[in-house]
Every structure is written in C-alpha cells, then in structure tokens.
C-alpha cells in the first residue's frame, strides 16, 4: 500500500526525527514552557519533540528518572531547547506538587500540560482482578486529575493555560479485553468537559486528543499491532493505516497553540477513522491474549 501523500515521517524507537519540515509556524509555541507526563517514550515523547521543535521549552516526567533523563538529553541535542526531566508518580500528589515545584524554580513558568502517562494491558474483564482495574483508573483517571489540580493551583488559575489529555477512543464501541482503560478513558474525556467549563473564566482550555493505533508504541505493541498488521486488520480502517506518532504530536501542538484558542471542552480524535470501521472481535481478541502474545510481566 502506497503512504499517503503528506504523512510524516517517523521513527520506530524513542529517537528524535533525523529531519523535520515544520508545517505550522517555527516559533508557535516561543516563550511558553510545557509539562508533559510520561514525556520520556512514545507519544509524549514525540509531542515533547514537535513542542521543542517549535520554542517550547519542556519538562518531562514519569517514574523512571533514567529514562527521562536519557529522553532530554536526545530531546535537546536534536532542537537546542531546555527539556527538564522530573521524576513524578501521578497517583501520588505530593510527588506531582515536589516536580511542578521544580519546574517553576527552573522555568517560572508552565503553560501547557499533556496528560499522557497511562498504563494499559489486553485483559477480559472475567480475568482481570480487582487491582489491577484499580491501577489503571489510578494512573489514568485520578493521575490525570491529580496532576490538572496541582498544576491550576501552583500556577494556571492565576496565569491561565492549556490542558491537552491524552484519552482513547476504546469506550466508543467497547472495545473487548479493554475495559478498564477504555472507562479510565472516558472518565478522563468527561473530565476534560467538566474542567473546561469551570476553569474557563480563568483563561485554562481544557481538551482530549484520541489517537488510534500509533505504531512504534508501547500501547501498540501491547495491544497487538503487530499482529492486526500481519492479518491485515488495519486494511478496514478507512484511511488504510496505522498512525504514526508525529501525526499525534501535530494535532497535540494544535491544541497546545494559539491555533485553537477558542476550542476547550472537546474530544478530538486522530485515528483515520479506525473507530468507525475496525472489527471489536471479542473471540479473536481472546486467542490472541490467551497465547501470551501480549504478556507485560
Ligand atoms: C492482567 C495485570 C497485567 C496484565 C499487571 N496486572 N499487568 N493484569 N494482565 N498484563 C495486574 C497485576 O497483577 C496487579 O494486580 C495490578 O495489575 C497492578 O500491577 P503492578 O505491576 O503492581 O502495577 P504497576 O507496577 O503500578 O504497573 C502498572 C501497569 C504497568 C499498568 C500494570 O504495565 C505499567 O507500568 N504500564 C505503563 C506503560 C504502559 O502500560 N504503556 C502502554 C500505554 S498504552 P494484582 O491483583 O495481582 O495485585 C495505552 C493505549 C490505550 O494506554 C489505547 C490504545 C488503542
Ligand atoms: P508509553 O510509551 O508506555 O507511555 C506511557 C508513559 O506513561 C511512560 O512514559 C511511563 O513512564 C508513564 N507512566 C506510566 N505510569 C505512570 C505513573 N504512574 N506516573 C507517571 N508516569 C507514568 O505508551 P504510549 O503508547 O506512548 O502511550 C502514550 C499515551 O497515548 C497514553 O495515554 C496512551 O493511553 C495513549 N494512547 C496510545 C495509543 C497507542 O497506539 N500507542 C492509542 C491510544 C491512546 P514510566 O514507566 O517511566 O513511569
């Protein structure tokens, strides 16, 4: 199948892109600081780079100090901005308030905030104990939550901002195997209404952005997008492919920038489509899960 004229590149890892052609205006996001958890891999990774890539100077955290750390190194060396890498737990508050902390010595400012960190894993609900749907809404939900409050408090209620939640579109039809972070997903994109409705007069848009199946993921390869590719499953989607994540950081610095400045409270979905079309096939789902073949411990 031929690649679609004006897709970006990409690359598989959590490397920078060897050469980048802006399509939105270099200096978009000058002057402005963004804080992004789980900026160190995937998605976050990429939007911390199209960020950088346009002035913004970044703060990524998660767990792993290690590997923020290793990220902003590559991060810098490849835009010549400042990347801050923290290390936070997003179902831990005070943790979440020592990083914003940090960053606003480092910065004296913040003002974006990419809720990205997640944590997913294939599992029918029949199987899936009481934890481990607990842990899912913990990171997903209450994290982002969490880390939305800490950062009006500390600085947006008085500053205003912008709030991009990274969501899913897995609740849309019930997506099998998924049903805890397909309701940690919806609770997050009612929570991105509810938030922009009350923290509008403070000048804060609140937004989601749904990808879909974005290749050279952890989300991919633990939902099987190798094996929806091998048996051709990504042919149904109506644009006939996986997205990439450059794709999903373009439209998170749309909502990030000035471009959007009056659109709060919505869901924007970047999926080709693939929620109208691709197959939700519960007894294929489970063969592949019972295999191991999405095994994370
Ligand atoms: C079933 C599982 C499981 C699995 C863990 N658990 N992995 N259950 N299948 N594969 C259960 C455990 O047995 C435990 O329950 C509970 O979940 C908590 O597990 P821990 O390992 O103690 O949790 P923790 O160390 O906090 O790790 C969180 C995690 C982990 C989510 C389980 O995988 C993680 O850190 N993930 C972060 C990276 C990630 O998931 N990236 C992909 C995001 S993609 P018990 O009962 O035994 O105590 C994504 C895509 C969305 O979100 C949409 C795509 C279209
Ligand atoms: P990923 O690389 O695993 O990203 C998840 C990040 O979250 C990691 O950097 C992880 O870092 C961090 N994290 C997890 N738990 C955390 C916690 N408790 N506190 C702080 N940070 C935490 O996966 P990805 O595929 O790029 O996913 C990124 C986002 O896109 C997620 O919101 C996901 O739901 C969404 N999404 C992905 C796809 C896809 O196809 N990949 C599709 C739809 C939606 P540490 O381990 O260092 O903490």
């Known amino acids: 199948m031929a690649e679609a004229a004006g897709t970006p ?10 050469e980048y052609r802006h399509l939105f205006s270099p200096d978009i996001l000058a002057g402005r600081v963004a804080f992004i958890t789980g900026g160190g891999s995937g998605i976050g990774f990429r939007i911390a780079e199209i960020f950088m890539r346009h002035g913004c100077r970044t703060v990524i955290a998660s767990r792993n100090l290690q590997r923020v750390a290793e ?15 923290l290390c936070l737990d997003v179902r831990q508050p005070q943790t979440i308030v020592a990083a914003v902390d940090e960053a606003l010595k480092e910065f004296e400012q913040i003002n974006i905030l990419v809720n990205n960190a997640a944590g997913n894993f294939l599992c029918p ?32 209620r008085d500053h205003g901002g912008v709030i991009v939640n990274i969501t899913a579109t897995l609740s849309y039809r019930g997506q099998a195997l998924q049903v805890h972070a397909g309701s940690a997903k919806a609770a997050i994109d009612a929570m991105t209404r509810h938030l922009a409705v009350e923290w509008g007069p403070n000048q804060i848009r609140v937004n989601s952005l749904a990808p879909g199946p974005i290749m050279g993921t952890e989300g991919y390869r633990r939902l099987g997008g190798k094996f929806a590719k091998e048996a ?13 994540k450059t794709e999903i950081a373009h439209s998170a610095l749309f909502l990030a920038s000035p471009l959007s400045s009056y659109v709060t409270g919505t869901t924007l979905v970047v999926d080709g489509g693939s929620w109208l079309t691709s197959a939700n096939n519960f007894p294929a789902l489970l063969d592949f899960w019972a295999a191991g073949a999405n095994q994370t411990q």
Do not use: M
């Open 9 to 18: 590149p990409d690359t598989d890892g959590d490397d920078c892109l060897r």
């Open 71 to 85: 990220a902003s190194k590559k991060l810098v060396a490849a835009t010549g901005q400042q990347c801050l890498p």
């Open 125 to 156: 609900a029949s199987s899936l104990s009481f934890n481990a749907f607990k842990t899912v809404i913990d990171i997903d939900t209450i994290g982002t939550f969490n880390t939305s409050k800490v950062l009006f408090e500390k600085y947006f």
């Open 232 to 244: 051709n499953l990504l042919d149904t989607i109506p644009l006939q492919r996986a997205g990439n």
